[in-house]
């Protein structure tokens, strides 16, 4: 008998921090490496798409699969997006066996909810559940100056062994467009997502 291992799929969430453009790219460069998503978006989220990329999102977050597809052209079967208080979808259970999680952007109220498991909406949630299965759980938050309690939130979440990611591009690629700074900050949740990208730019390569 042969064992199929099933294609991997990730959860991506996107919270009310500033940058939801690199929310939206690091699902554009999944969907592009063929990777099947579970979309999570806050409402808080859904304020700052609107904000700042001019994006409305469908009341109906079961419609928001399909919308991003079309926005990002990207096939619609590798998106499947889901209410905040769907405790049925896979993302709710460690049984499911979905291959990690990324938050992008993160916000401090995110952060602050997952780094005490205060699982009060499917992203906490499904962030917890990543956490107690040992999963890989990638974080990019947002914010300037920092607290000490964001710190101290941080450091909790990277003694778990949770990526943590800053929305700080470098600039000694010399960016010249918006968007090779959003790159910059995606392929780095890429990498630490253990995802290969054919347009990801090394060090040294
Ligand atoms: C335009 C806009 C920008 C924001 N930027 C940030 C930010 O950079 N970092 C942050 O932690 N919160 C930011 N906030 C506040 C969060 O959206 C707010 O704390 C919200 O409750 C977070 O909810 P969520 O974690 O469920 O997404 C911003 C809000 C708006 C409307």
Redesign the pocket.
């Known amino acids: 008998m042969t064992i199929q291992t099933p294609a991997r799929q990730l959860i991506v969430a996107i ?4 940058g939801a453009a690199y929310g939206l790219r690091l699902i554009e460069r999944l969907a592009q490496a063929g990777i099947t998503q579970h979309l999570l978006i ?4 859904r ?2 798409l609107k ?1 700042e990329v001019d994006i409305m999102l469908p009341d109906d977050a079961g419609a928001t699969a399909a919308f991003l597809a079309q926005y990002l052209n990207v096939p619609e079967s590798l998106l499947k997006s889901y209410a905040l208080n769907d405790w049925f979808s896979a993302a709710a259970s460690g049984s499911s066996g979905l291959g990690g999680m990324a938050i992008v952007p993160c ?4 952060l602050a909810r997952v780094a005490t498991g205060a699982s009060d909406n499917l992203i906490e949630r499904a962030a917890d559940v990543v956490l107690k299965e040992h999963g890989r759980l990638v974080l990019m938050p ?2 300037t100056p920092l607290s000490s309690i964001h710190l101290e939130h941080m450091l909790k979440l990277s003694n778990l062994g949770v990526h943590i990611i800053p929305a700080m591009p470098g600039f000694y690629h010399r960016p010249s467009s918006i968007a090779e700074l959003i790159d910059f900050m995606v392929d780095r949740v890429l990498a630490h997502l253990g995802v290969d990208s054919e347009d990801m730019k090394r060090w040294g390569a």
């Open positions: 919270t009310g921090a500033s806050s409402d808080a989220a304020v700052v904000q916000s401090m109220g995110t947002r914010e």
